[in-house]
């Protein structure tokens, strides 16, 4: 939903530092978007030929493969971007992942007709910027290889259970889940999954009760995770 709300669409521009790689001409093109929870502000339908410009909330960003299995690749916390590799290469093409809403999010837009008016010195200085982040992505997608590789499952359930616990901006230990769709985000089976929800049960750490997972020992499932990869 549009948000024709000059003064608090100003103010993420201010406290996000936007005007540092857009210009003037091009900030006051930039349309600002609410979405409850729950909402895709990218699904693979989508073309993408808009920046977006995540600015408050937080969202989840996961594939879909041909088979019908969920990757989950990260969680984003604001200030992140989307939608720069299709500008940086200039492929208009469906993107290749969703992204839902963990909670009421504001995003900023612009679109690509825009941006084509930039002058040549202040395109440089955005695609310098969009450069920057695609490297700190780049890094990011082999650090989560390494992660599905690598870890447990009892670690990648700690971590995924502590980042939505925290979705709120405070800590929920009730987490309302659908086996099925936990264990495609994980990458696992559904009877793998429920034989580490029993072994982390019987330790103490969460409780499972119908369709909610409740975290019991928050610290012991922080000690669990040596380094959140969810999250920057």
Do not use: D, P, R
């Given at each position: 939903m549009i948000v024709e709300d000059t003064f608090l669409k100003?103010?993420?521009i201010s406290k996000w530092s936007i005007s540092n790689f857009l210009p003037e001409?091009?900030?006051?093109k930039l349309t600002l978007c609410r979405y409850d929870q729950g909402e895709l502000v990218i699904d693979s339908k989508d073309?993408?030929?808009n920046l977006h410009f995540l600015v408050m909330g937080k969202v989840k960003a996961y594939t879909i493969n041909q088979e019908g299995k969920v990757f989950l690749f990260k969680f984003f916390n604001p200030f992140s971007v989307f939608g720069e590799l299709e500008y940086?290469?200039?492929?208009f093409k469906h993107p290749s992942f969703y992204l839902e809403t963990m909670n009421e999010s504001y995003v900023l837009k612009i679109s690509w007709s825009d941006l084509s008016q930039l002058t040549p010195n202040n395109k440089l200085k955005l695609m310098k910027y969009l450069n920057e982040l695609l490297a700190q992505k780049l890094t990011l997608t082999t650090d989560l290889?390494?992660?599905f590789v690598y870890t447990s499952l009892e670690e990648r359930l700690a971590r995924y259970l502590l980042e939505v616990s925290n979705k709120v901006g405070s800590f929920q230990p009730s987490y309302t889940v659908k086996i099925i769709e936990l264990a495609q985000l994980l990458g696992t089976s559904n009877r793998h999954l429920l034989r580490t929800i029993k072994k982390m049960t019987d330790q103490g750490l969460i409780m499972k009760e119908k369709n909610e997972i409740k975290i019991i020992n928050e610290i012991k499932l922080k000690e669990m995770v040596i380094k959140n990869l969810y999250e920057l």
């Open positions: 100003e103010s993420f001409e091009m900030v006051s073309n993408m030929q940086v290469t200039k492929q290889l390494w992660l």
